[in-house]
């Protein structure tokens, strides 16, 4: 029989053989995963002999990475503010850069007030969930244009106990179900890839990850274009719109959030200290 730390050797040999990234810490995981074990118990487990059961499925686990498959998907969850989320192929995986935008609205309203927001293009409901557990007063709408998407959404909401305060609604970015001039904020993180950079993204990202919430033209502004006079719509006076974009669209998202009928437009940098998110303020 195999023990945890021959495994572990073994799988960790196979994904650098395979180029996969940090290979010794996704090996961890995927057997973390099948043993129900966190970190330490997986350490202190090193000596434990595997069951042919255990085996067989990080077997399987192992075999996925190893093809390409992201992580994420693999384990079929990905954490994001602290929260745990079940991610599956429908949706985009979650990334630490999207957390600005939590950040900024955390920033610019008081957890103790009442606050109505809408998620747009939710993917997971990563922003839409971690609104909720911030905001206790919070309620809103996560709104996709995938089914496959709003379902993952709705069962994260569901998991998190949010899902009385925030509904998921089928929705495109040019034709949203929102009544003028009542939100006090706005979040989204919509398509901002160029077909260019598309055809040269990571094969674990362009091969494995939903295209329709990757890619937007030719100059990756589709979706913003027709997001943000909607989006502008939808706000009360004095609220607040954040959306995140590419690292090189700072300012022409600056030019179409004012074209929008914002005001105030800013741009905010992510951890890596690249232009991230777009800060704009409805009119008051």
């Known amino acids: 029989m195999e023990t945890v730390g021959g495994w572990l050797r073994s799988a960790e040999a196979e994904l650098i053989r395979g180029g996969a990234d940090a290979p010794r810490l996704a090996a961890g995981a995927m057997l973390a995963h099948v043993l129900g074990l966190d970190r330490t118990g997986l350490f202190l487990a090193r000596e434990r002999n595997l069951s042919k059961a255990e085996r067989n499925r990080a077997d399987e686990l192992l075999a996925r990475r190893a093809s390409g498959e992201p992580l994420a ?88 106990k949010a899902d009385s305060r925030v509904a998921c609604l089928l929705a495109d970015f040019a034709d949203l179900p929102l009544a003028s001039d009542r939100l006090d904020l706005v979040v989204a993180n919509p398509p901002y890839v160029t077909n260019e950079e598309f055809a040269c993204l990571p094969p674990g990202v362009g091969l ?21 006079p909607e989006a502008a719509r939808a706000l009360r006076p004095g609220g607040w719109l954040l959306m995140e974009m590419g690292a090189s669209q700072g300012a022409a998202c ?10 105030h437009p800013v741009i905010r940098k992510d951890l890596a200290g690249l232009d991230r998110v777009l800060c704009a303020k409805s009119p008051e």
């Open 208 to 228: 494995h990850e939903p295209r329709g919430a990757l890619e937007a033209g030719e100059d990756g502004l589709d979706c913003v274009r027709a997001l943000l």
């Open 254 to 263: 600056l030019e179409l959030a004012r074209g929008a009928g914002l005001v």
């Open 73 to 160: 998907y693999v384990l079929g969850e990905r954490e994001f503010y602290g929260l745990t989320l079940r991610v599956t192929p429908d949706v985009l995986i979650p990334r630490p850069d999207t957390e600005t935008i939590v950040d900024e609205a955390r920033g610019l309203f008081d957890p103790s007030e009442p606050l109505t927001f809408a998620d747009l293009g939710t993917g997971s409901g990563a922003l839409a969930a971690a609104l909720a557990c911030l905001f206790p007063l919070a309620s809103g709408v996560a709104m996709d244009r995938s089914p496959g998407a709003l379902d993952v959404a709705r069962d994260n909401l569901q998991r998190l």
